[in-house]
């Protein structure tokens, strides 16, 4: 085992979904402690790697917020029949805080991606706001099974089953699962993989809600005035937004959501190539 230690000093300027964002301070001390052993690299047959680091902050000293996390990583290799192996990947974070709004996005648990749950985007997962936005969780639980087959002396073929998710409370698990299939290339500089997969557990788009008369959006494409740039336009529409807002809220409106109405905030991106939500 390897022991490290670490002290990590973040100044965040933090968006999480539609209506949760900040600036946050952090200086961070840790401890990590990582395990490495395999055979016949780069495509061994036996091999266990794991990794697991405890880390915090505290407002008494230069952070504004308290918090304590936990994390672990592992992955096992076993070897099956002539060419085949067996691939075993898991993750586990927790963190201990009072409340999941001080906390910045960096440091929040997601799941979903190449080294998570595979079918999903990056950090595609996790827990939603209001708006059926992902903002991340306090928690996350992630879990793999790959069966990989060598079929030429640099490559091998490979089906996977992925799930797990990000969440705030135990009781709350709601795990995705994505299965896929792919191959692997065993080049002079490293495995290089390709993958397939499809989620199992995915919702439509908007995910049943357009029948709802409080559920809208809207995209209006033109050109910046000279010499403006896409951020001071962004700052220019923010700052406009609560009147905006203030003075369009919905008659009959769920007072639950009226406040997160007020803090929501138009914004501008970059649409040299037009706007697609399918697309991103």
């Known amino acids: 085992w390897i022991r490290k ?13 539609a209506i949760d964002s900040g600036y946050s301070k952090l200086l961070l001390p840790g401890l990590g402690y990582g395990y490495a052993t395999n055979d016949f690299p780069p495509r061994p ?17 230069i952070s504004d917020t308290s918090f304590v996390q936990f994390y672990a990583q592992s992955k096992r290799i076993f070897g099956l029949w002539k060419g085949g192996r067996v691939l075993l990947r898991g993750e586990y974070g927790t963190t ?30 996790g827990p939603e706001d209001e708006f059926g936005e992902v903002v991340g969780g306090k928690h996350v639980i992630t879990g793999s099974i790959e069966l990989d087959q060598r079929v030429a002396r640099d490559w091998s073929v490979a089906a996977f089953v992925d799930s797990g998710n990000a969440f705030d409370n135990y009781d709350d698990i709601n795990p995705a699962t994505g ?19 499809v989620p199992l557990c995915s919702t439509a788009l908007w995910d049943g809600r357009m029948h709802q008369r409080d559920r809208w959006w809207l995209t209006i494409m033109g050109r910046l005035k000279p010499e403006w740039t896409v951020m001071r336009a ?9 009147g905006v807002l203030d003075a369009t809220i919905p008659p009959g409106y769920d007072p639950s959501l009226v406040d997160g109405y007020r803090r929501l905030r138009f914004g501008v991106v970059p649409a040299g190539r037009g706007v697609s939500r399918l697309r991103d």
């Open 96 to 125: 201990f805080i009072d409340g999941l709004d001080t906390l910045p996005t960096s440091v929040r648990y997601f799941a979903g991606g190449d080294v998570s749950v595979r079918g999903y985007a990056f950090k595609d997962l």
């Open 179 to 197: 299965v896929g299939v792919g191959v692997r290339w065993y080049s002079i500089v490293g495995p290089i993989r390709f993958d397939i997969a």
């Open 5 to 17: 230690w670490f002290v990590d000093l973040r100044l965040e300027d933090y968006t999480a979904g």
């Open 234 to 242: 962004n700052e220019h529409l923010r700052a406009l937004s609560p």
């Open 45 to 61: 047959l036996t091999g266990h790697r794991t990794g697991v680091y405890v880390r915090g902050a505290s407002d008494v000293f």
